[in-house]
T-cell receptor, first 113, second 114 residues
Framework: GNSVTQMEGPVTLSEEAFLTINCTYT??????LFWYVQYPGEGLQLLLK?????DKGSNKGFEATYRKETTSFHLEKGSVQVSDSAVYFC????????????FGKGTRLSVIA | GAGVSQSPSNKVTEKGKDVELRCDPI?????LYWYRQSLGQGLEFLIY????????KSGLPSDRFSAERTGGSVSTLTIQRTQQEDSAVYLC????????????FGPGTRLTVL
């Protein structure tokens, strides 16, 4: 079946630290990969995505590269801010057209000043 | 423009009662999804509607769960004879037609079953 595994949190970092949140996947097809973010008190929103191998998704200083050989889509940011404190979800969808997302369990990030 | 809205935002019910949760998707979005977010389980897919096609119900955890989508717009998720393990945040999302398109999530309904 299809599944996503991401590192368990919580992750606590100081401001300006480097962030990596690991995500690996198992998929029967050729998936598209996503990172969604849930800020405190807000709904889930798309952070970035990649639809084919070696694609890099980027947004708000975050990046993730679709690595087919390692079935990974790790999220990175070079210098985190307090405002990045949130829960981050790695997700995939398979098949063409609209399909439901398969989510990882989420990683809570807390950034302290 | 208006995003996905859900009502109620919070629902407290007694074990054994039925509940209805409502989702208003973004106008023009043909795909509508229900997910459940609970502690320890993360986000689980429940049911998915795409246009006029039969819904994909493969994620529904039991036959106590059902959903309708009327007129290709508003959707209602119904849980019959609620159990304590149904306590969770129920999220609705919608998206336009296409591959790997963004799903837009509503704020969720927090359901507590006493």
């Amino acid at each position: 079946g299809n599944s996503v595994t991401q590192m368990e949190g919580p992750v606590t970092l100081s401001e300006e630290a480097f962030l990596t949140i690991n995500c690996t996947y198992t998929a029967t097809g050729y998936p598209s990969l996503f990172w969604y973010v849930q800020y405190p008190g807000e709904g889930l929103q798309l952070l970035l995505k990649a639809t084919k191998a070696d694609d890099k998704g980027s947004n708000k200083g975050f990046e993730a590269t679709y690595r087919k050989e390692t079935t990974s889509f790790h999220l990175e940011k070079g210098s985190v801010q307090v405002s990045d404190s949130a829960v981050y979800f790695c997700a995939l969808s398979v098949n063409s057209g609209n399909t439901p997302l398969v989510f990882g369990k989420g990683t809570r990030l807390s950034v302290i000043a | 423009g208006a995003g996905v809205s859900q009502s109620p935002s919070n629902k407290v019910t007694e074990k054994g009662k039925d509940v209805e949760l409502r989702c208003d998707p973004i106008s023009g979005h043909t795909a509508l999804y229900w997910y459940r977010q609970s502690l320890g389980q993360g986000l689980e897919f429940l049911i998915y509607f795409q246009g006029n096609s039969a819904p994909d119900k493969s994620g529904l955890p039991s036959d106590r769960f059902s959903a309708e989508r009327t007129g290709g717009s508003v959707s209602t998720l119904t849980i019959q004879r609620t159990q304590q393990e149904d306590s969770a945040v129920y999220l609705c999302a919608s998206s336009p037609v296409g591959s790997a398109v963004e799903q837009f999530f509503g704020p969720g309904t927090r359901l507590t079953v006493l």
